[in-house]
């Protein structure tokens, strides 16, 4: 009797770590990989004094990034994305186009997705969509050389620069495809419209629409 209660329980047992492995309710996913932000910079002007025109860009950073994931239902998941802090280079732009780099910032963006899994829950492959809000703190932004020459300061006197950190919402498009008993890929692509204002210590200011574009490939484990 006994044995045979066992060989009744070995189809619940199975089914049960099943569910374990598939995307449903109550799952856990963790991650680890790499990611790149890639702002999409439309500079306004350096306000006077400065020569007309005189804008900046912002180059892409690539960091080590990872993220958490918690199935709410089946379809349903909130995803909080983490990431050790980019640090960008500024260089000129428009007038002073070719003057090189004239800072630098480190950014880190705090984000909260709310996302839609598409496909069954035990499927390998489910594509999904994202919404959410992300605040970008920009920090430890410092000027060159370079910056203070064409903003008229001194080497005793050097011109420094602050970014404003912002709030703004954010829209994401991804897949994970399952590799081995609960390790999957993942994959996405995230944008955030973000402007924001640099700040120099000559008191001038530059308004910029930073629109930054994101892409992230990790594995990660769910339980």
């Known amino acids: 009797m006994k044995n045979t209660a066992k060989l009744l329980l070995i189809p619940a047992l199975l089914a049960s770590a099943a569910a374990a492995q598939a995307q449903s309710a109550g799952t856990w996913m963790v991650r680890g990989g790499g990611t790149t932000i890639k702002p999409n910079v439309s500079s306004g002007d350096l306000t006077a004094p400065s020569l007309v025109g005189t804008k900046a860009s912002i180059d892409s950073s690539s960091r080590f990034s990872g993220g958490i994931t918690y199935m709410v239902d089946t379809n349903f ?9 980019f640090q960008h280079d500024i260089s000129g732009d428009g ?18 997705l709310a996302q839609w899994r598409f496909m ?28 203070t020459a064409v903003t008229g300061g001194t080497p005793s ?16 498009l991804g897949a994970s495809l399952d590799i081995g008993k609960n ?14 204002r640099t700040t120099l210590s000559s008191g001038q200011t530059l308004d910029a629409k930073i629109d930054p574009s994101s ?3 990790a594995v990660g484990f769910k339980f």
């Open 183 to 196: 390790w999957f890929l993942d994959a996405n692509y995230t944008y955030t419209p973000l402007s924001t």
């Open 157 to 172: 006197n050097p011109t420094t620069l602050s970014i404003e950190s912002k709030w703004a919402a954010s829209v994401q």
């Open 95 to 112: 007038a002073i186009l070719g003057a090189g780099k004239i800072g630098d910032v480190k950014a880190l963006p705090a984000t909260v």
């Open 120 to 147: 069954e829950p035990a499927s390998a492959f489910r594509p999904y969509v994202g919404v959410g809000i992300t605040y970008a703190a920009f920090y430890g932004a410092r000027s060159t050389s370079t910056l």
């Open 77 to 85: 998941s909130i995803d909080v994305p983490l990431a050790v802090p």
């Open 215 to 217: 892409f992230s490939l």
